[in-house]
């Protein structure tokens, strides 16, 4: 079973920047497709899909409102992918989390993946 981990989140202001990390400590990622997900703050909020990035050729997926800010990326030596967010504003605030999605295609659906890491929080404020 994948154990999926990340880091590298914390508090910034608006514009700037972080690279958000996720680790599979046991097992290679080479045949998951690895998405990024936010989920808001408050309570009943759904995990929304961010990005996402398979494994077959490295396509990446964008949600419209990351679009040529945030860029995802993996090194399948490393068992690692990345999430590098750029121009941060105040709505991307939340607990991202990533997740695998065996010889996946890089779904919107939450449902489609198979593992998930605890998240870890980014809070844009000034």
């Known amino acids: 079973q994948l154990q999926l981990m990340e880091s590298g989140g914390d508090s910034v202001q608006p514009g700037g920047s972080l690279r958000l990390s996720c680790v599979n400590s046991q097992f290679s990622l080479d045949y998951y497709a690895v998405g990024w997900f936010r989920q808001g703050p408050g309570t009943g909020k759904e995990r929304v899909w961010v990005?996402?990035?398979?494994?077959?050729?490295?396509?990446?997926f964008y949600a419209d409102s990351v679009k040529g800010r945030f860029t995802v990326s993996r090194d399948d030596a490393r068992n690692t992918a990345y999430l590098e967010m750029n121009s941060l504003q105040a709505t991307d605030t939340g607990t991202y989390y990533c997740?695998?999605?065996?010889?996946?295609?890089?779904?919107?659906?939450?449902?489609?993946?198979?593992?998930w890491g605890q998240g870890t929080q980014v809070t844009v404020s000034s």
């Open positions: 997740a695998a999605d065996l010889f996946g295609d890089c779904s919107m659906d939450r449902k489609e993946y198979d593992y």
């Open positions: 990005a996402c990035i398979k494994h077959t050729d490295g396509q990446q």
